[in-house]
């Protein structure tokens, strides 16, 4: 299912480093979000966008931004890279409240 | 904010033995949806619950959602190997997120 993309698929970088996780959707879905899934903690929401130019912050935004000028685009920055964000982070998107939530393949982090 | 319990963590079984995983939170719910994560995968959509007291089944699937509306549940009957992965409930936080259960990892011995 290519509606819903995430780039790139593995990334090694060092601490202190900027990375950008993207995320691509084709189903112009209002919604979107990130998470991260580390052992122990299932999935938690960084933050989420209702609609371009409108994000909020989830569970565990600290560390993290995002930016939505494009419907179809939703990328993640780390600003500064720490060990402690060594995870697999997903993209999803949704077309409304109630819909189902459509999640991207994944993008694999390792901050040395 | 809206929080949902999911237990247990983990499940192992032999092939052909049965699962069960719950979800429970303290305040009714005005749906829930449960998804299936595959080993390194990504989590996907299984099935939503509305009414109280509905029952939908896929399968060997099955799933409930309580008279109450604070808890659900997925049943898999006769469990395979190809049933392996981690199962998550879904539930609105609010207007416009899901809150996801931590998730039970399941593991089939053939």
Redesign the interface.
Known sequence: DAGITQSPRYKITETGRQVTLMCHQTWSHSYMFWYRQDLGHGLRLIYYSAAADITDKGEVPDGYVVSRSKTENFPLTLESATRSQTSVYFCASRGRVADTQYFGPGTRLTVL | GQQVMQIPQYQHVQEGEDFTTYCNSSTTL??I?W?KQRPG?????LI?LVKSGEVKKQKRLTFQFGEAKKNSSLHITATQTTDVGTY?C?V?GG?????????TKLTVNP
Not at chain 2, 41 to 45: C, L
Not at chain 2, 95 to 103: A, P, T
């Open positions: 005005s749906n949806q998804y995968g990504h989590p996907v959509f939503q998550f879904a609105q207007s416009e997120k899901l809150v996801f259960g931590k998730g």
